[in-house]
């Protein structure tokens, strides 16, 4: 098997290997349609931008005050001072409640009640129930001093010193007002937590071990 070195050498020679690779480099060349002189040379435009800081309107501290002034001409003296008065209480609120004869404004903390009551139905709904019940909604006003507790309790606490104010227009309201149970006090509280216990009656959970 053995092959002499003369013979591979002579098997080499006899192949001939060819390369032709080209050395031209690939050139690109770019042609311009339009040439830069035809385009004048003109500056852009400057943008100049101008803000203007508007102070918005203190509507709501107006209204506030005009309220204000509007309920102290209507109230001479003071809410103390009337006679058309009764105090309403729920949970930890208490209201003071003025009525007069007007066109059934509610003024509460010297805001309109819509607006203090957040727009919500039921707590608007507590207010009006005691004039709705007598016929007497665009027959008075009503004017509130409330604080404690939240606006749930608040209106609630309205609602009775509305029904006991209109006892002092007539005793003769007593008793559809006792009918619609808007002349009971509502004596339910949160009850206090309990030392030991995570709430009221709620207790940890029970560990054996």
């Known amino acids: 098997m053995a092959m002499s070195l003369s013979t591979l050498t002579s098997s080499f020679s006899s192949l001939s290997f060819s390369s032709q690779v080209s050395q031209k480099p690939y050139s690109l060349s770019l042609t311009p349609s339009l040439k830069s002189s035809q385009f004048p040379k003109t500056k852009p435009p400057s943008l100049t931008v101008v803000a203007t800081v508007v102070a918005e309107p203190l509507t709501a501290d107006l209204d506030t005050s005009n309220l204000e002034k509007y309920v102290k001409s209507r109230l001479p003296g003071g809410f103390a001072a009337q006679t058309l008065i009764g ?20 003024v509460i903390n010297y805001r309109d009640a819509k607006e203090y009551l957040q727009g919500n139905p039921l707590w608007l709904q507590y207010i009006k129930t005691p004039l709705a019940t007598l016929g007497y909604e665009i027959s008075y006003d009503v004017f509130v001093k409330a604080h404690g507790g939240g606006l749930s309790g608040q209106a609630q606490a309205i609602s009775l010193g509305i029904a006991r104010a209109l006892l002092k227009v007539s005793e003769d309201h007593r008793k559809p007002l006792r009918k619609e149970g808007l002349l009971t006090r509502d004596a339910r509280v949160v009850e206090r937590k309990k030392p030991g216990l995570k709430k009221a009656r709620k207790a940890p959970q029970f560990s054996k071990r």
């Open 87 to 106: 105090t309403g209480r729920r949970k930890s609120a208490i209201a003071r409640v003025v009525i007069q004869e007007g066109t059934g404004k509610f």
